[in-house]
């Protein structure tokens, strides 16, 4: 893998994320300065997205870089049975940045392995999704103060959710307590509570989403029952309403508690959660812009300052 690509949050040690942090910082209070100017970046989609593609492509925009790429792999070659491998190996020819959302894990992985430009993935399957991650730190970073010694409440579906999967691993630089409700179908996988035992982290399990577990939340994790990953949509059907945030429940929650969604959301958090103070899902994808400005400079070796 070329040293630059950003596959897994794993790429960055603590320093790298602490870094990345101040720099988006920066970004949110100067986001236009044209240090990618005469570059030309690839945006690659072959899953649906609005927030990523979108503020990966503002990002560029307001740094003076042109984007090229697709949001639909049904009308690039690819339909006409064009390899991952052949797909990139000709994009790299034409730009300096690859950015690459894939429906299949690994494939980011695979991507860095045969571009001879640097890879961000933008979301593998369910298996990982770093820049949201970052934008996930710079939000929690904003709203509590500190990374350090929170309590992160994840809810909904942990098993395909790269989000949480991302965030479960950067944030073990910083000491948590994680609790992680979801339905038997949809627990968090296996090696990620080994990787939080190997890490010293304490974590809980519940299947009921209770007052008691907001209650103790410093962040609560909402995310989405993800229709597209199941295989079986008898087993979606049985879990897709599994739960459900209202504004009531939050009514003994932490003054500091924000509710967080790396979005789209479909009927996991009630529209009467969204005038509540502690709900800062649209402000956490605003914060993408400015993480992945951060990110876009780094991997591309650039001094934004
Ligand atoms: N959070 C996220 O990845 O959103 P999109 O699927 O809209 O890019």
Known sequence: MKRESLVSINDFSKEEIIDLLEKAKGFEANPNRRVLEGKVIATLFFEPSTRTR???????????????????????????????????????????????????????RYASE????????????????????????????????????????????????????????????????????????????????????????????????????INEADILYMTRVQRERFTDLMEYEKVKNVYILHNSMLRNSKPNLRVLHPLPRVNEIAYDVDNNPKAYYFQQAKNGLYARQAIICKVLGIDAD
């Open 54 to 108: 979108l503020s990966f492509e503002t990002a560029v925009n307001r740094l003076g870089g042109r984007i090229i790429g697709f949001s639909d792999a049904a009308t690039t070659s690819s339909s006409k049975g064009e390899s991952l491998k052949d797909t990139i190996m000709m994009v790299s020819n034409y730009v300096d940045l690859i950015i690459m959302r894939h429906y299949l894990e690994g494939a980011a």
């Open 114 to 213: 045969v571009s001879s430009v640097p890879i961000i993935n933008a979301g593998d399957g369910a298996n990982q999704h770093p820049s949201q991650t970052m934008l996930d730190l710079y939000s929690i970073y904003k709203t509590q103060g500190t990374l350090e010694n929170l309590n992160i409440t994840m809810v909904g579906d942990l098993k395909y959710g790269r989000t949480v999967h991302s965030l479960l691993q950067a944030m073990s630089h910083f000491h948590p307590t994680f609790h992680f409700v979801a339905p038997d179908e949809l627990k968090m996988p296996q090696e990620y509570k080994t990787f939080c035992d190997e890490h010293g982290i304490p974590y809980y399990e519940h299947t009921e989403f209770s007052e008691e577990v």
